[in-house]
């Protein structure tokens, strides 16, 4: 069981292991204790979708504040990373699509009946549209177009989040301190 010891000691979890000792009286520091085993790694922890998608941001550069609004934008289309597919019933999705809304279609670069359903919201930010998976499967050398479904794998996902919010968002936002700025791009 976990406790805390009191006097300065750092948690400890044991049920046969006595609490740290007090460092001596002379300022000496002992060593913490060595774990058990490390783990292997196979036996690293698999990354929640927010995990995966944080640290494909930070490896790009996103820090901070626009880290914040990313991750935040992220949470919101994904139902907090609930979802990485728009729900809806074929009827739906004919929002999108060509033969019953060419002006939504045609925004979207929606060409052929059910195209609506096939380029559905996938990923973190919910990427809609055949031109929109054209254009981020060739950036990432992906058959987005093709397969669409793998936009809602979580790695893939990451780097078209990346890829989605360097070169759509981020260069339409004047201020990346403001929600507003950062929303409108994702949603347009």
């Not at 609490?19 to 060595?34: D, F, I, L, Y």
């Not at 809609?128 to 998976?133: C, I, K, L, V």
Request: charge should be negative.
């Amino acid at each position: 069981s976990a406790a805390l010891a009191l006097g300065g000691h750092a948690l400890y979890k044991s049920s046969t292991q006595p609490p740290p000792q007090s460092p001596a009286v002379t300022g000496v520091v002992q060593p913490a204790p060595e774990p058990e085993t490390a783990p292997e790694p196979e036996d690293a922890p698999v990354l929640s979708l927010e995990g995966r998608l944080e640290a494909a941001a930070i490896e790009a550069g996103i820090t901070g504040t626009e880290l914040a609004h990313f991750m935040s934008q992220a949470a919101h289309e994904t139902m907090n990373f609930a979802r990485m597919v728009e729900t809806g019933s074929s009827n739906y999705f004919n929002r999108y699509d060509p033969d019953h809304n060419p002006r939504n279609a045609k925004i979207l670069g929606n060409t052929k009946a059910g195209d609506g359903e096939r380029y559905k919201g996938r990923g973190y930010f919910q990427v809609t549209g055949r031109w929109n998976y054209a254009r981020i499967g060739k950036a990432l050398g992906l058959p987005l177009e093709d397969n669409p479904e793998l936009l809602a794998d979580p790695d893939v996902a990451a780097k078209a989040a990346v890829w989605f919010w360097t070169h759509r968002v981020k260069v339409r936002v004047p201020n990346l301190g403001s929600v507003r700025d950062v929303t409108k791009p994702i949603n347009a």
